[in-house]
């Protein structure tokens, strides 16, 4: 493969539909790759705009928007970055002969949750908990009665967690339905009603599918991520995980066929769900996850890396851990534009920790405005550090 210069003839190009922390870190890894750089998003001043050569700022569900900006850049790939972006207009694009990061299916398929499950419990036959698929009180209500209380109810399609409802009687069935579609993504009101399961812990297998030189396909794996998601935003991840090999061999199991199943290039973040002698799959992400921001200090090819190269048509062998290491996110409890962060300096004074702050134009409660990063000897030593850090740095 070529590689020019970018912004002149023969660069190589990548576009992508949302420029959050995450696009950034993939960004910075393309330009180090000479690649040029697009990215789009909802609003302005995105972290990702920060470092890309280009950026343009649209409703990421007008589909004809995001066509006409893809065919005007003529990107080599499109990188979906975030989940709330219309995704009928990229199966347009790559029935087109535009590459999708990893496919333009799995990007469609993994924004819904009923198709989503459908895919992993009846197609590929995964472990899940138990589920039954509703559009309207009455079918919620049988459902909720069938895989007993306490269950979940969880919109069609919404991102982060927003919509789901914690069901622990009859009573609540009415106000948790509406209370779940209120924060669907559209106007469905089709849920996935699921068994409530004891969470010990949860797991991240990022596994990639990229070519090698010759063409072929090949599918790798980190070691999994073991992370805490006290609600639905992820707040720690550390790896090694601290769990039974067993367990992480039955977790990149799972992994393994959820790519293979999908297809495409590009790196999967496949979430999996630890409930006493149970491994449960339970979603995925086709792109880098948040959890995978430890592989920039515990691995020697981040996962942002691993995702551009896979893009591009590039191989990634084997990934090596290179150390233990941990993150904790650094978040905002309030709503401010022009966000300060007070004792940055204090907390780079602890031995082998690094901060990560991604630039948000504005906070919000619970936003995530950036991560502390840490190698140690041990994991346990890497978060005691990542905890300090964090708990050091105050956003105003």
């Known amino acids: ?25 993939m960004v910075i890894e393309a ?77 469609k398929t993994c924004m819904n949750r009923l198709g989503l499950r459908d895919f992993a419990a009846n197609k590929l036959g995964l472990p899940t908990t138990r589920f039954h698929f509703a559009e309207d009180e009455n079918e919620v209500l049988s459902a909720c009665k069938d895989v007993g209380f306490p269950c979940l109810i969880k919109p069609e399609m919404s991102s982060s967690g927003h919509g789901h409802v914690l069901i622990k009687s009859l009573e609540d069935v009415k106000k948790g339905y509406l209370e779940s579609i209120s924060h669907a993504r559209g106007k469905s ?129 084997n990934i090596k851990l290179v150390s233990p290491a941990a993150s904790h996110v650094i978040l905002a409890e309030n709503s401010k534009w022009a966000p300060r962060f007070q004792n940055v300096d204090k907390a780079l004074e602890i031995p082998n920790v690094q901060v990560r702050l991604f630039g948000k134009p504005s906070t919000y409660p619970k936003r995530r405005m950036g991560v502390i990063i840490s190698t140690a000897e041990t994991v346990g030593e890497a978060l005691e550090k990542v905890r300090k850090a964090s708990a050091l740095i105050v956003v105003n």
């Not at 970018?6 to 190589?12: A, I, V």
């Not at 900006?69 to 029935?95: C, F, K, W």
């Open 1 to 25: 493969m070529n590689i020019g210069s970018p912004l002149l003839e023969g660069s190589k190009k990548l576009l992508w539909l949302g420029g959050g922390e995450l696009g950034k870190e």
């Open 31 to 107: 330009q180090r790759l000479g690649v040029e750089t697009v990215v789009v998003d909802r609003y302005d001043l995105a972290p990702a705009m920060h470092v890309a050569h280009r950026k343009y700022v649209v409703d990421m569900l007008d589909g004809n928007a995001i066509k006409a900006i893809v065919r005007r850049e003529n990107p080599d790939a499109i990188i979906a970055e975030i989940e709330a972006i219309n995704t009928d207009s990229l199966v347009e694009l790559e029935d087109d002969g535009f590459r999708v990061a990893p496919n333009a299916n799995a990007v």
């Open 189 to 317: 009101k089709k849920v996935i009603v699921e068994e409530y399961v004891k969470i010990d812990t949860e797991l991240t297998v990022l596994t990639y599918r990229s070519l090698t030189s010759e063409g072929k396909a090949f599918i790798g794996q980190y070691e999994p991520i073991e992370h805490r998601r006290p609600s639905y935003y992820y707040v720690e991840s550390w790896q090694p995980s601290t769990v039974k090999q067993e367990v992480l061999e039955r977790a990149k199991e799972i992994g393994k066929k959820v790519v293979e199943g999908f297809g495409g290039l590009g790196i999967y973040g496949v979430e999996i769900i630890i409930s006493g002698d149970r491994v449960l799959f339970s979603e995925v992400s086709p792109r880098p996850h948040d959890t995978g921001l430890v592989t920039l200090a515990s691995s020697d090819i981040s996962e942002f890396q691993t995702h551009v190269r896979s893009a591009l048509g590039l191989h990634t062998p």
